[in-house]
């Protein structure tokens, strides 16, 4: 989650879709609390330290900046007030199938992660089941207003176009890119890269069946994109 008081706009950051590398573009013009937090690094590793010291691993350093940094659009909202709705907000969203082999790697390398100990242990399919099994958050359910299913973003931009969807939003907010992309915090371990590789039939209708309103309303298949 970043906010942009200066260039009024908002971020929602949904993990695994290159949101890392996103906040890295866009973090020059967040709020001094943001930079803090997320950019500067001497104040990164300082409350890195205190998150460590008071058992806030999986607050999303909230503490620090107000709302969980994946926090849904309705967070966000409640959060600002009213003038939500005079930002310009966006979010990057990614094929589900292939988040989900996504955050099967990032989870079982990354050993401060809260699921880490379980994960590392678990094939493909054993964390599909068990990840599903806990209700997460869809994607839309990160951007859609839970009690009217509108969606609270004026802009989805996908993963699988990263760079194009970046310059669009860059050129509606008329800023320049010093920064440049580089994709932070990647997945590693990966025996192929192609996302279908991991699936078998059970596992496939599994994530399209609890994932049917990712691939409908932000336009994929198992295939990749249907819609743009």
């Known amino acids: 989650m970043l906010i942009s008081h200066k260039k009024k706009f908002v971020f929602v950051h949904i993990y695994k879709t290159a949101g890392t590398s996103v906040m890295n573009v866009f973090l020059p013009y967040g709020r001094?609390?943001?930079?803090?937090?997320?950019?500067?690094?001497?104040?990164?590793?300082?409350?890195?330290?205190?998150?460590?010291?008071?058992?806030?691993?999986?607050?999303?350093?909230?503490?620090?900046?107000?709302?969980?940094?994946?926090?849904?659009?309705?967070?966000?909202?409640?959060?600002?007030?009213?003038?939500?709705?005079?930002?310009?907000?966006f979010v990057f969203v990614r094929n589900p199938y292939d988040l989900m082999v996504s955050l099967y790697f990032y989870i079982s390398q990354a050993k401060l992660h809260v699921d880490?100990?379980?994960?590392?242990?678990?094939?493909?399919?054993?964390?599909?089941?068990w990840h599903i099994s806990t209700n997460p958050k869809t994607q839309w359910d990160f951007v859609a207003d839970p009690t009217t299913g509108n969606l609270m973003v004026d802009y989805v931009g996908k993963f699988e176009t990263l760079n194009s969807d970046l310059e669009h939003i860059m050129s509606k907010l008329d800023l320049a890119d010093n920064r440049g992309l580089t994709h932070k915090n990647p997945s590693r371990k990966r025996k192929s890269k192609d996302y279908?590789?991991?699936?078998?039939?059970?596992?496939?209708?599994?994530?399209?069946?609890?994932?049917?309103?990712?691939?409908?309303?932000?336009?994929?298949?198992?295939?990749?994109?249907?819609?743009?």
């Open 32 to 89: 001094f609390i943001d930079r803090l937090v997320f950019d500067f690094w001497f104040s990164k590793k300082i409350i890195s330290q205190i998150i460590k010291l008071m058992k806030w691993n999986d607050d999303g350093q909230r503490q620090f900046t107000g709302v969980h940094k994946h926090a849904p659009a309705i967070a966000i909202k409640n959060y600002m007030g009213p003038s939500y709705d005079d930002y310009f907000s």
């Open 196 to 228: 279908r590789d991991y699936y078998d039939t059970s596992t496939k209708k599994m994530v399209s069946d609890y994932f049917k309103k990712d691939l409908e309303g932000f336009g994929y298949s198992f295939d990749g994109i249907t819609a743009t």
């Open 116 to 129: 880490h100990e379980r994960v590392s242990k678990m094939t493909f399919t054993e964390f599909a089941t």
